[in-house]
Nanobody, 121 residues
Framework: QVQLVESGGGLVQPGGSLRLSCAASGSIFMINDMGWYRQAPGKERELVAAITSGGSTNYADSVKGRFTISRDNAKNTLYLQMNSLKPEDTAVYYC???????????????WGQGTLVTVSS
């Protein structure tokens, strides 16, 4: 099996920064696309940023210029650097990855359990 574990969430003031991490573990042969999603109360889950295995990125318009997604393939870890945070960024942030498992080469879409980011003064 494959697991994703997010970390780095917490309470931060407007204008502050946080760095989220997502560590993948388990029976992993390779990881394809990865992404960060978020879900605020009363809203649907939305894509925040995505990154391919080759490093190509895309961002939601609401976070362009403020957030940076990156990955360390050697560590099977995904990051989201969040700067200039706004109250509207408050949400549970989820990590997602497309994973090919070792041995059986099965493709899985895997989600983490989420980490809460609260932006408030």
């Amino acid at each position: 099996q494959v697991q994703l574990v997010e970390s780095g969430g917490g309470l931060v003031q407007p204008g502050g920064s946080l760095r989220l991490s997502c560590a993948a573990s388990g029976s992993i042969f390779m990881i394809n696309d990865m992404g960060w999603y978020r879900q605020a109360p009363g809203k649907e889950r939305e894509l925040v940023a995505a990154i391919t295995s080759g490093g190509s990125t895309n961002y939601a318009d609401s976070v362009k210029g403020r957030f940076t997604i990156s990955r360390d393939n050697a560590k099977n870890t995904l990051y989201l650097q969040m700067n200039s945070l706004k109250p509207e960024d408050t949400a549970v942030y989820y990590c997602n990855a497309g994973v090919v498992t070792r041995v059986t080469y099965t493709y899985l879409e895997v989600w983490g359990q989420g980490t809460l980011v609260t932006v408030s003064s």
